[in-house]
């Protein structure tokens, strides 16, 4: 049951990453996400730049752990264990798993050759290969997950 759940959700995943790209407007959001070079581009674009929103990187941490505890909780409370190290495991399993396919597959293959994440007035698909910023976000991720396999862990024990 685990596996099948780390599946859709990985699915569900992508398709978030997937509807969130695909024009000026999509992409911007995902600001921080670009290689320091798009970035500096972005800057220098009249258009561009008045769209650009910087979020703090520790509000930005603690909505995902909001974001993400929910939706592993929710996905928890399925396959839930009746003591807190299966819980814990289990949520370990899925947010993990869920951050490997995002670094190796969504930000590794598809991002970095996918025209849709590139910006009209900035085109060439190697300023955007620079993979440094995604690897920053899988070591975040790592983190990330722990303290919410520890949160929801305990809160699925207690239920």
């Known amino acids: 049951m685990i596996i099948i759940e780390l599946i859709i959700l990985c699915l569900l995943f992508f398709l978030v990453c997937y509807y969130n790209t695909g024009n000026d407007e999509k992409n ?14 972005i800057k220098e674009d009249l258009y561009l730049q008045s769209q650009i929103k910087e979020t703090s990187p520790i509000i930005s941490f603690i909505s995902n752990i909001l974001v993400f505890g929910v939706v592993l909780f929710v996905f928890g409370f399925v396959i839930k264990s009746n003591n807190f190290k299966g819980n814990f495991m289990n949520l370990i399993i899925l947010g993990e798993g869920v951050n490997v396919f995002d670094f190796l597959v969504i930000d590794l293959l598809w ?3 996918t025209p849709r994440i590139r910006f009209k007035n900035i085109q060439d698909k190697a300023l955007y290969q620079d993979s440094k910023k995604h690897f920053i976000s899988f070591v975040k991720g790592i983190v990330l997950f722990i303290i919410i396999a520890l949160l929801d862990g305990i809160l699925l024990s207690i239920l």
């Open 111 to 113: 991002w970095r050759n």
């Open 28 to 41: 911007i959001k995902s600001y921080a996400s670009y290689p320091n070079k798009v970035q500096e581009m």
